[in-house]
């Protein structure tokens, strides 16, 4: 079974403060994601890698920055945290090129709250 | 700008009547198109998808449809169940910069009422 953890299920951060979040996928993936999930905007890219220390801007990048230090480690910075940051924060991992399906493996999610 | 969507924010439908969720897409570009579920408090999980040289792929109570011309698609669910009520995502790939880079939609919210 693939496993998709994220470090935190909810948190709650000021305005201003460094925040990570942690992603770690045990299936030997090439390909980690980063999405937030807002109402009414569906889940939107903010960053992918598809190789260590490789990274690629999404749709939404601007406020954050992604690290690959490891294969099955992906993290997502926010550098001085925001209140239009309080999102669900979604990571999943794919194959590349493997599964014809493109399917994508989620994590449960983090709920960050900014105050 | 929204290349997935998703006009129905929310469908209410009777146990054993068919579900029919519709998606649209902008980009003639997409190569594949899937549905995922979504419970509260979970990651989205994969449900069904479809290649776009096909224009309908089954498993068991789910059907997609995909007509091309149209640039539309849409997830049947027959018969309906109570366990089936969720957020529903479309989603559409397309190869980019070394990934398989999927766009989802706004989701639909499912409920099937017992």
């Known amino acids: 079974d693939v496993k998709v953890t994220q470090s935190s299920r909810y948190l709650v951060k000021r305005t201003g403060e460094k925040v990570f979040l942690e992603c770690v996928q045990d299936?030997?993936?090439?390909?980690m994601f980063w999405y937030r999930q807002d109402p009414g905007l569906g889940l939107r890219l903010i960053y992918f890698s598809y190789d260590v220390k490789m990274k690629e801007k999404g749709d939404i990048p601007e406020g954050y920055s992604v690290s690959r230090e490891k294969k099955e480690r992906f993290s997502l910075i926010l550098e001085s945290a925001s209140t239009n940051q309080t999102s669900m924060y979604l990571c999943?991992?794919?194959?590349?090129?493997?599964?014809?399906?493109?399917?994508?493996?989620f994590g449960p999610g983090t709920r960050l709250t900014v105050l | 700008d929204q290349q997935v969507k998703q006009n129905s924010p929310s469908l209410s439908v009777q146990e054993g009547r068919i579900s029919i969720l519709n998606c649209d897409y902008t980009n003639s570009m997409f190569d594949y198109f899937l549905w995922y579920k979504k419970y509260p408090a979970e990651g989205p999980t994969f449900l069904i998808s479809?290649?776009?040289?096909?224009d309908k792929n089954e498993d068991g109570r789910f059907t997609v449809f995909l007509n091309k011309s149209a640039k539309h698609l849409s997830l049947h669910i027959v018969p309906s169940q109570p366990g089936d009520s969720a957020v529903y995502f479309c989603a559409a790939s397309r190869y980019q910069t070394g990934a398989n880079n999927l766009f989802f939609g706004t989701g639909t919210r499912l409920t099937v009422i017992p």
């Open positions: 479809i290649s776009s040289i096909k």
């Open positions: 999943a991992s794919t194959q590349v090129g493997g599964s014809s399906y493109n399917e994508q493996f």
């Open positions: 299936m030997d993936h090439e390909n």
